[in-house]
């Protein structure tokens, strides 16, 4: 039998099954925290950080990424402070100076208010975020990609670099990457570090529509399907 436990979200009280984590209570309520690498049918791995949160114990907060923090009795926590907004946005930014072409992090870097990036421009095709070798991994038990080497070489690839026989062609590891929704065309050039606004314009139609959400305007299996406000 399910076991319930009650957590204060900004101030909101929510009820949710034990084992479920920070970030899928608030979606549930609607609370929206900004998040990329969190896929709802997927494990966690807390790669982007973007989900981070204040948890508040005797007084005291500690910054954690909410997706990889279970609810627990009584938990406190804070997901829209200053000093998480701050952070917040700077890790966007950073996100966008690591892809700036990419459409899904240009949408995120907005929503965390991210106007002008602050960092060189890197243009990487991968964030690093995880989600296509979980979704090999774990819905195609296939196991045909992961992650290789460290540090600046860090990237996701075949074993040896070569495609397996058991790879199963199905394609979700391409569905489900941030960087293959069809790129922004604003002005993500080196020496033009500001995102033009096309996407906000997209996301201000949203607003106006409780019930859409549309952090990241990736569809389905990136939101959480439903939209507040911060
Ligand atoms: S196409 Fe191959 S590598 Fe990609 S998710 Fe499917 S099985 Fe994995
Ligand atoms: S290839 Fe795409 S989905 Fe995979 S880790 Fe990189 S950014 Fe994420
Ligand atoms: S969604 Fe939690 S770290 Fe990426």
Redesign the pocket.
């Known amino acids: 039998m399910l076991q319930y436990v009650n957590v204060n979200i900004d101030g909101a009280t929510v009820r949710a099954p034990k084992g479920t984590s920070v970030l899928d209570a608030a979606i549930e309520y609607g609370i929206c925290i900004p998040h990329l690498?969190h896929v709802p049918f997927l494990s966690d791995i807390g790669a982007c950080r973007l989900c981070i949160v204040e948890h508040v114990v005797n007084g005291r907060s500690e910054v954690t990424t909410s997706c990889t923090l279970n609810v627990e009795e009584g938990m406190v926590i804070r997901a829209n402070t200053d000093k998480i907004r701050r952070l917040r946005r700077n890790l966007a930014e950073l996100l966008v100076a690591q892809a700036p072409n990419s459409r899904a992090i240009q949408d995120i870097a907005l929503r965390c208010g991210v106007k002008e990036v602050r960092y060189p421009f890197r243009n990487e095709?991968?964030?690093?975020?995880?989600?296509?070798?979980r979704v090999c991994t774990e819905i195609w038990q296939a196991r045909a990609i992961g992650f290789v080497g460290r540090g600046k070489d860090r990237h996701?690839d075949f074993p040896f670099g070569i495609r397996p026989d058991f790879c199963k062609q199905c394609g979700n590891?391409v569905q489900?990457?941030?960087?293959?929704i069809p790129p922004c065309d604003g002005p993500m050039k080196p020496g033009e570090e500001y995102l033009c606004g096309k996407c906000e314009s997209q996301l201000m139609i949203a607003d106006e529509t409780p019930g859409s959400c549309v952090w990241c305007q990736l569809g389905e299996g990136f939101g959480c399907g439903r939209y507040v406000g911060v």
Do not use: E, Q
Not at 126 to 133: A, E
Not at 176 to 180: G, H, K, Y
């Open positions: 690498c095709d991968c964030v690093l975020c995880g989600r296509c070798v996701v590891c489900i990457c941030p960087m293959t």
